[in-house]
């Protein structure tokens, strides 16, 4: 017996454009969706490295993005070369693949789980109607059998005891929360927390709009104040001169989850500070020097809130600080959510593995 013959391994060959694509994406993601820098960055790598070639150079590289609908040329009230939605989406799903890998799309969409419960997809399960069980749930076909058999075909009746209900499986849908903190400490002490972050949030809007799109997800940016972001515009999210708000971004995940009617709601705070800014009497109140009283008894509140309304609160938390770590200890206790202390390098990971332990949760 000869056993396995390994032969040398070929690396399939990449065209120019596929090498510069793939490292114009990273640029655009680190310069905020900023094209001309982007591209000037590309032309310095390029110099260095000599990606182009005589038969292909940087012109032909942008003229090709252009022709594929990836770029489109200077618009009115905007500076520069400007991405389209195709080169948005592209980003995104590069996010996703470097992150959480090669997903199979799925065709339904819906987190399956082994009850049965309220949904869209009958099982074969049945049992006799009970108090409160909706017109749309009875099998009629099996009632008026029943109907036949118990009373006859000369004095048909169909009465409660004949109604047979057919059961429907389970689907824990799951409303979430992304909230990113943009604010200047993302950017302190030379290093780039910001755009990690950016990614994670770009695959997990990949992931959810094409794997479970029954599912909602919410992203928004907090730093002296919060705001929600759409999907579209996660490339160019940008680190600001601010403090870290996080009562603003809580109050703003609450009030967008109390809209969505998924039973199962979670937020996923992504953070490297503490909390050191709150508006008070219409002002914003700020203590950048440690953990103010003011700031923190307000931020535990709204955690407890959040626990009462049942939705849970992940913290990403990127600083390593003991006195830090303490507090979000004293958050997490208070919400009975989790927290993890990870590094740029694993964020997705965590987030995702949490993300899929999340939504097989049933929420009674």
Not at 81 to 93: A, F, L, N, V, Y
Not at 159 to 177: G, H, I
Not at 205 to 216: F, G, N, Q
């Amino acid at each position: 017996m000869s056993g396995f013959r390994f032969s040398q391994f070929h690396a399939p060959d990449r065209s120019v454009f596929d090498q510069l694509f793939e490292l114009f994406r990273e640029l655009l993601v680190y310069t905020s969706g900023d094209v001309t820098e982007a591209l000037d960055w590309l032309n310095q790598l390029d110099q260095q490295y000599h990606i182009t070639t005589d038969e292909y150079g940087m012109g032909d590289f942008i003229q090709e993005l252009k022709d594929r609908g990836y770029l489109q040329d200077e618009q009115p009230g905007m500076a520069g070369m400007q991405m389209t939605g195709k080169m948005e989406q592209s980003i995104r799903q590069s996010s996703l693949e470097q992150i959480f890998g090669k997903l199979k799309r799925s065709n339904s969409g819906n987190h399956r789980t082994n009850y049965s419960g309220q949904g869209d997809e009958l099982s074969a399960d049945r049992r006799h109607f009970q108090f409160g069980d909706t017109p749309d749930q009875i099998d009629f076909s099996d009632s008026l059998r029943n109907a036949y058999i118990n009373h006859g075909i000369d004095d048909f009746h169909l009465m409660e005891n004949d109604l047979v209900v057919a059961e429907k499986e389970f689907k824990a849908q799951t409303s979430t929360v992304l909230m990113i903190d943009v604010s200047h400490s993302m950017i302190l002490y030379g290093e780039d927390r910001i755009t990690p972050a950016k990614k994670v949030g770009m695959a997990l809007s990949e992931m959810i709009t094409t794997r479970y799109p029954k599912d909602t997800l919410d992203i928004l940016a907090f730093g002296n104040d919060a705001w929600p972001i759409e999907i579209k515009d996660l490339p160019y999210l940008q680190v600001g001169p601010y403090h870290t708000n996080t009562v603003a971004g809580l109050e703003l995940a609450m009030d967008l989850l109390r809209r969505r009617k998924n039973p199962n709601k979670q937020i996923f705070m992504i953070t490297d500070g503490k909390p050191t800014c709150i508006i008070r009497n219409g002002k914003h109140y700020k203590n950048s020097f440690g953990l103010d009283r003011i700031i923190v008894n307000k931020t535990l509140n709204l955690a407890a809130h959040c626990r009462r309304m049942g939705i849970r609160i992940t913290t990403f938390m990127i600083a390593r600080d003991p006195y830090l770590q303490r507090f979000v200890e004293e958050f997490t206790r208070v919400n009975q959510g989790k927290a993890f202390y990870t590094s740029l390098q694993g964020l997705g990971e965590y987030i995702f593995e949490d993300f899929e332990r999340n939504r097989r949760r049933k929420v009674r």
